[in-house]
C-alpha cells in the first residue's frame, strides 16, 4: 500500500472523506487500526474528526513501519477471520486494502487462490451462523499509486500511474444501509467509486407499480388491482411505434443497501417470461421510486398474451468482478493489467458463497399480471 501514500494522494482524499463523513452522519464512535499480520490500534485522546485528519496526515510508508507487524504478510484470509472478529453486533468495520494477493516465490498460485478463496469463504460462513442479517458491501475506487509495485513472486517494479483499492464494508444489514444512504457513494471524494457489490442473506420487499410512462401501445389497469395488473394491453398500431408494446414499473430500490450500478443492469434480473426484455432508467426528477424497470415484448409475438410476469433482482457476482481481476499476477505493464488486482474474484468469490443458498436467491421478487 505504500505507493498509494506516497505524499498527498488520492488515495488519502477517499479516506479521509468517507470516515470523516461517516463520523459526522452515522456514529459518535470510531476506531482506526493498520492491519498486516496483526491488527494494530491507532491509540490517541483526541475527537472523532481531530483523530482521522492525524491518521490521514501520518499517512505514509515510514508510519506504517512503525506501526509495528510483520509488513511482508499478506495473507488476506487471515485478514477477513481478524476484522470479522473484531466485528460486533452493534459495529461496522471498513476493510481498506489494494486486496492483491501474495503466494510468493516458491507457491502454487493455483492452489494457494483456491485456499484463500475457501478460507474467505469459511470465516463468513462462521461470522453468519452468529448473526444472520450480515452484510458486506464492496467499493472499487482507483488513486494515483507512486512507488513499488510487487507481483504475486514478491518481484518489485516502480511504477508511476492509476491503481485501482476497494473499501470493504461489514456488519449488520440495517447499519450498513445506514451508512450507505447518509454517505452514498456519490459523495466519496478522489476519484469517486468506480464499481460496487453487495451481498446479504436478506430479502426485501419494495415500493412498485405499473406507471403510465414510459410505453408503447396501449393498456389499462385493472380496477381491482390497479398496481400491479393491466388489462387489454395492445401493440401500438401507428406512428413509430407501430408494432411495439412496452409498459414500466416504477419501482423504490432506496431501502436497499445496493449501490446504483448493480441496480440498472439488466444482466442482474431474471424473468419468468422470454416474451419480454427487461431495461431499466432512473426518473430524471426525484420522486417516489428511484428506478423504471421497462418491459418490451419481443417482436415475433403479435399480440401481448396473458402472462403473470415474476421479475427478480439476484444475488449474483456483478461481471465487473471478473473483468477486473488480473489472472496471472506477473506483469503489471502487461496489457490492461495496470488497471486489475490480482486474485481479487477470489476474494469477492468467496464471500459471495458464504452468503449463497438456493432458497433466497434474490434481494426483491415482484410480479405483474397481464391480460
Same mark, same amino acid.
Given at each position: 500500500?505504500?505507493?498509494?501514500? +506516497?505524499?498527498?494522494?488520492?488515495?488519502?482524499?477517499? &479516506?479521509?472523506?468517507?470516515?470523516?463523513?461517516?463520523?459526522? +452522519?452515522?456514529?459518535?464512535?470510531?476506531?482506526?487500526?493498520?492491519? +498486516?499480520?496483526?491488527?494494530?490500534?491507532?491509540? +490517541?485522546?483526541?475527537?472523532?474528526?481531530?483523530?482521522?485528519?492525524?491518521? %490521514?496526515?501520518?499517512?505514509?510508508?515510514?508510519?506504517?513501519?512503525?506501526?509495528?507487524?510483520? =509488513? $511482508?504478510?499478506?495473507?488476506?484470509?487471515?485478514?477477513?477471520?481478524?476484522?470479522?472478529?473484531?466485528?460486533?453486533?452493534?459495529?461496522?468495520? &471498513?476493510?481498506?486494502?489494494?486486496?492483491?494477493?501474495? !503466494?510468493?516465490?516458491?507457491?502454487?498460485?493455483?492452489?494457494?487462490?483456491?485456499?484463500?478463496?475457501?478460507?474467505?469463504?469459511?470465516?463468513?460462513?462462521?461470522?453468519?451462523?452468529?448473526?444472520?442479517?450480515?452484510? &458486506?458491501?464492496?467499493?472499487?475506487?482507483?488513486?494515483?499509486?507512486?512507488?513499488?509495485?510487487?507481483?504475486?513472486?514478491?518481484?518489485?517494479?516502480?511504477?508511476?500511474?492509476?491503481? !485501482?483499492?476497494?473499501?470493504? =464494508?461489514?456488519?449488520?444489514?440495517?447499519?450498513?444501509?445506514? %451508512?450507505?444512504?447518509?454517505?452514498?457513494?456519490?459523495?466519496?471524494?478522489?476519484? $469517486?467509486? /468506480?464499481?460496487?457489490?453487495?451481498?446479504?442473506?436478506?430479502?426485501?420487499?419494495?415500493?412498485? /407499480?405499473? &406507471?403510465?410512462?414510459?410505453? @408503447?401501445?396501449?393498456?389499462?389497469?385493472?380496477?381491482?388491482?390497479?398496481?400491479?395488473?393491466?388489462?387489454?394491453?395492445?401493440?401500438?398500431?401507428?406512428?413509430?411505434?407501430?408494432?411495439?408494446? @412496452?409498459?414500466?414499473?416504477?419501482?423504490?430500490?432506496? $431501502?436497499?443497501?445496493?449501490?446504483?450500478?448493480?441496480?440498472?443492469?439488466?444482466?442482474?434480473?431474471?424473468?419468468?417470461?422470454?416474451?419480454?426484455?427487461?431495461? %431499466?432508467?432512473?426518473?430524471?426528477?426525484?420522486?417516489?421510486?428511484?428506478?423504471?424497470?421497462?418491459?418490451?415484448?419481443?417482436?415475433?409475438?403479435?399480440? !401481448?398474451?396473458?402472462?403473470?410476469?415474476?421479475?427478480? =433482482?439476484?444475488?449474483?457476482?456483478?461481471?465487473?468482478?471478473?473483468?477486473?481481476?488480473? /489472472?496471472?499476477?506477473?506483469?503489471?505493464?502487461? $496489457?490492461?493489467?495496470?488497471?486489475?488486482?490480482?486474485?481479487?474474484?477470489?476474494?469477492?468469490?468467496?464471500?459471495? /458463497?458464504?452468503?449463497?443458498?438456493?432458497?433466497?436467491?434474490?434481494?426483491?421478487? @415482484?410480479?405483474?399480471?397481464?391480460?
Amino acid at each position: 500500500m505504500f505507493g498509494y501514500v +506516497n505524499g498527498l494522494t488520492e488515495f488519502e482524499e477517499s &479516506v479521509y472523506s468517507y470516515l470523516s463523513d461517516i463520523c459526522l +452522519n452515522c456514529t459518535d464512535s470510531l476506531n482506526l487500526y493498520y492491519i +498486516n499480520s496483526r491488527i494494530v490500534p491507532l491509540q +490517541n485522546k483526541l475527537s472523532n474528526n481531530a483523530r482521522i485528519k492525524d491518521f %490521514i496526515e501520518r499517512l505514509s510508508p515510514n508510519h506504517f513501519v512503525s506501526a509495528g507487524g510483520s =509488513l $511482508g504478510t499478506t495473507d488476506i484470509a487471515e485478514m477477513m477471520v481478524s476484522v470479522l472478529n473484531k466485528t460486533d453486533d452493534d459495529a461496522v468495520s &471498513v476493510f481498506i486494502s489494494d486486496c492483491i494477493f501474495s !503466494p510468493g516465490k516458491g507457491i502454487n498460485a493455483s492452489e494457494y487462490l483456491v485456499n484463500q478463496e475457501i478460507g474467505v469463504k469459511v470465516a463468513f460462513a462462521d461470522k453468519l451462523k452468529d448473526e444472520s442479517t450480515f452484510c &458486506v458491501k464492496a467499493y472499487r475506487l482507483n488513486g494515483k499509486f507512486n512507488g513499488k509495485y510487487y507481483n504475486r513472486l514478491d518481484q518489485p517494479t516502480n511504477i508511476s500511474d492509476i491503481r !485501482p483499492f476497494y473499501m470493504i =464494508l461489514m456488519g449488520r444489514e440495517d447499519l450498513i444501509n445506514v %451508512i450507505s444512504k447518509k454517505v452514498p457513494e456519490e459523495k466519496i471524494k478522489g476519484r $469517486g467509486v /468506480e464499481h460496487s457489490f453487495t451481498i446479504s442473506k436478506s430479502t426485501h420487499n419494495v415500493n412498485y /407499480e405499473v &406507471v403510465a410512462t414510459p410505453k @408503447m401501445g396501449t393498456f389499462k389497469k385493472c380496477m381491482k388491482n390497479p398496481k400491479f395488473h393491466i388489462i387489454d394491453a395492445k401493440k401500438a398500431d401507428k406512428g413509430k411505434k407501430q408494432g411495439k408494446f @412496452m409498459f414500466t414499473l416504477g419501482v423504490d430500490f432506496s $431501502g436497499l443497501p445496493i449501490a446504483g450500478d448493480y441496480l440498472i443492469h439488466p444482466e442482474n434480473y431474471s424473468l419468468s417470461s422470454k416474451d419480454y426484455t427487461l431495461s %431499466i432508467s432512473t426518473p430524471k426528477e426525484k420522486g417516489k421510486y428511484s428506478h423504471l424497470l421497462s418491459f418490451t415484448l419481443n417482436k415475433q409475438i403479435h399480440q !401481448p398474451g396473458k402472462c403473470d410476469l415474476k421479475i427478480m =433482482l439476484k444475488k449474483q457476482l456483478p461481471s465487473w468482478i471478473a473483468q477486473c481481476t488480473d /489472472e496471472d499476477g506477473l506483469n503489471i505493464h502487461q $496489457g490492461d493489467a495496470m488497471t486489475k488486482t490480482y486474485g481479487l474474484k477470489y476474494l469477492l468469490e468467496g464471500i459471495y /458463497e458464504a452468503f449463497d443458498c438456493d432458497d433466497n436467491s434474490c434481494f426483491v421478487g @415482484m410480479k405483474v399480471f397481464i391480460n
